[in-house]
């Protein structure tokens, strides 16, 4: 959903994206390319559409570079329910970004791990510095921290299934979208320029 002559435009222009604009240049074995010269490479080789919407996640900026269609009162029925279909289905998919990569390389075990560790922690200063849990009823106090542990692993599995669930969905709404888009662009209910954000 982006659109590559503002990809091309920011790598070139946009002190943000000098690390994959590095790349090009290299790529290219030119200090200074086009505009064009980059987005020919771009639509050549997606690394770097996909270097650029890891940038834009970490940065929490939105590479679905779509905007909200304008329906006219004097549009048809048809085009006013088309478009309003097509600007739902874009505000979702803005919204379901984060789940465009599934979710082996992502950092819950490491957040939910750390929250686990840092509850037990707790507990544990607490308890051995303001009672004598441990030594009065020491069993019982491994077994609540083993039930945290069990608690920390269930919620860690719990968020990576929610983050593929959301992934699956958004790929599917991706492609849909896609289509819509195509079948608008086709029937002329927009133009391109209508639709995907300008430079």
Do not use: C
């Amino acid at each position: 959903m982006v659109n590559i002559k503002k990809v091309a435009h920011q790598l070139k222009f946009d002190g943000m994206y000098n690390t994959i604009y590095i790349e090009v240049q290299e790529a290219l074995k030119n200090e200074n390319p086009t505009v064009e010269e980059i987005e020919k490479l771009i639509t050549q080789k997606e690394y770097y559409i996909w270097e650029y919407k890891e940038l834009n996640r970490y940065g929490e900026l939105s590479s679905v570079h779509a905007q909200k269609l304008t329906i006219a009162d004097s549009e048809e029925d048809e085009v006013k329910r088309f478009k309003t279909d097509l600007n739902e289905k874009v505000q979702e998919l803005k919204n379901l970004e984060n789940f465009e990569v599934d979710s082996k390389n992502s950092a819950y075990s490491i957040w939910i791990g750390s929250v686990g560790v840092m509850v037990i922690f707790m507990a544990h200063n607490i308890i051995a510095l303001f009672s004598e849990l441990y030594t009065t009823h020491g069993t019982l106090v491994y077994i609540s921290y083993a039930i945290i542990l069990g608690l920390t692993y269930w919620g860690y599995k719990r968020a990576k299934q929610n983050h593929e669930d959301q992934h699956a969905k958004y790929k599917v709404l991706l492609s849909n979208t896609r289509e819509h888009i195509k079948t608008g662009l086709n029937k002329e209910y927009f133009t391109y320029e209508e639709f995907y954000q300008g430079i």
